[in-house]
C-alpha cells in the first residue's frame, strides 16, 4: 500500500530510508515542542502574555503533526511543518503593539490575526498565486535561494553548538573556549557524520545525533528523565481562544499583512530552496506545489484555533531529504513522531533541549545546501547580483523573507536598466512592487 501510494521504488527510497529520513528530521526540529511555549508565553520584558506553555505545547505539537501529515498525504513531499521560529517572535511583537494601542486580551487578538492571514493564505493558494510566485523565479534565484538557507541553517548550527559567540563590539565572533562540554558534544557529533558521510553510511546524519546524545549524558549535560513517560498538563488550554472579530478592525490590518508577507516568502524560500537540493524542480515548475502550500495555509488555520503562532514549511526538512527522503512518508513518520512527542516528552526534551546534540547536523546539511552556488549563472551580472543578495541575505538578515526580498527587488530593476526586461516574468515586477510598498508602508510603521 505505501509502495503504491507514494511510489517508493518511483523515487529511489524504501520504507526504510523514509523511516530514518523522518526522525532525522524529527529529531532536528524537535526543539520547537519546548522554545515555542517558552517564547509565546512571556513577551520581551519578561511579562505574561497569557498564554500557558503547557497548552502552547500541545498546540505546537498538534498543528504540526496535522499540518505535517497533509504535506505527507495531500501534497506527498517530505517536507516537515511547525510553528516557525521568527513566526513566533513576530507573534509576540504584534501582542505587544497590540496591548500598547490598549487592546485588552491582545494574545487572543494575535491568534485571530493568524487565523486571518491563514485563511488568506489559503485563498492565494487556490487561486494558484503563490504558485505562480515560485514559477517565476529564475534558476539563478532559486539556486541562490537553496545555497542561502544552506548558510542560514549552517550559521545556526554554529551558534547552537557554540562554536560563535555574540561578542562586545562584534557581531560574532569564533568561541575561544574550546574545552567545554558543548564544543566537545558539537565537535564529536561533527566528525562522527562528516566520516560516515564520506563512507556513504546509511543513516549517518541519525547516527550522529544519537552518539552525541550518548557523550552528552556521559558528561551530564543531558539526564535520562525518572520517567519517560508524560503528558502536558492542558488545564489553561487556548483551544478556541482566537478573537476573529476585533482582528478584523482597522487597527489589526497591518498586522495581518505583515504576517501574509512574511509567510508567503518564507514558505516560497523555503519549498525552493530544499526542492532544487532534492531535485525536485523540472524546470520552473514544481510538481503539486500548489497542494503544498494549501498544506502550509491550513496548518496555520489549524495552529491559530489550537493556540499557536503561523505554521510554516521547515528548513530543517533538508536533514531529512539528505538522508534519502523523498516522498510523503517521511512527513508521515515525522507527524506521527510528533504525536509521540507528547507522551514521551520528557525524552524528546533531553535531545532537543540541548542544542549542541542536533547542531552538527545543521551544519553539514547547510554545507551540502550551499553546493547549489556552482548552479549559479555567474557569467551573468543580471542573474548572479540579485541571487548573491539572496545567497547573503538570508543569513544576514537571520530571515528568509527579508533576504528574498534583496534579491526580488533588485533583480528586475536590473534586467530593466541593462535592456533585458523580457526575461523577467510580469510577476517579479509586481511582487518588487508589492515587497518595496510592504517594507516602507507597513513594517516601518509596525517597528
Known sequence: MLEKFFELSKNGTSVRTEIIAGLTTFLTM?????????????????????????????????????ATLIMGVFARYPIAQAPGMG????????????????????WQVGLGIVFLSGVTFLVLSVLKVRQAIIESVSPSLRNGIAAGIGIFIAFIGLRNGKILREAPGTWLSLNVEFM??????????????????????????????????????LLGQVHWPGNPVGLPDIEHTAILKLDIRTALSLAC?????????????????????????AGFMKGNTLPRANRALISDAVGTIAGSLLGTSTVTSYIESATGIEQGG????????????????????PIVEMVGGYAPITAPALVMVGALMAANIRKIAWDD???SLPAFMILIGIPLTYSIADGLALGFISYPVIKLLSGRVREVNW?????????????????TQIQ
Not at 511583537?93 to 485588552?104: E, Q
Not at 509586481?430 to 507597513?442: C, D, E, G, R, W
Open 30 to 66: 524537535a526543539y520547537i515542542i519546548f522554545v515555542n511555549p517558552m517564547i509565546l508565553s512571556t513577551d520581551f520584558k519578561g511579562e505574561p502574555t497569557g498564554l500557558d506553555p503547557q497548552a502552547v505545547m500541545l498546540a505546537t505539537c498538534a498543528a504540526a503533526s496535522l
Open 427 to 443: 510577476l517579479m515586477f509586481i511582487l518588487a512592487s508589492a515587497m518595496l510598498v510592504y517594507f516602507l508602508a507597513v513594517r
Open 326 to 345: 523523498r516522498t510523503g512518508l517521511t512527513s508521515v513518520v515525522v507527524s506521527l513522531l510528533f504525536v509521540t512527542a507528547l507522551i514521551f516528552s
Open 253 to 277: 490590518i497591518p498586522f495581518v499583512i505583515m504576517l501574509v508577507f512574511t509567510d508567503i516568502f518564507d514558505t516560497v524560500g523555503t519549498l525552493v530552496g530544499v526542492s532544487e537540493r
Open 180 to 217: 567545554t562540554p558543548a564544543i566537545a558534544v558539537f565537535t564529536f557529533g561533527f566528525l562522527v557524520i562528516a566520516i560516515l558521510l564520506a563512507r556513504r553510511v546509511r543513516g549517518a546524519i541519525l547516527i550522529g545525533i544519537l552518539l552525541s546524545t550518548g557523550l552528552a549524558w
Open 87 to 106: 513566526n513566533n517572535h513576530l507573534f509576540i511583537t504584534i501582542v505587544m503593539s497590540l496591548s500598547a494601542i490598549g487592546i485588552a486580551d491582545a
Open 381 to 383: 551580472i543580471t542573474e
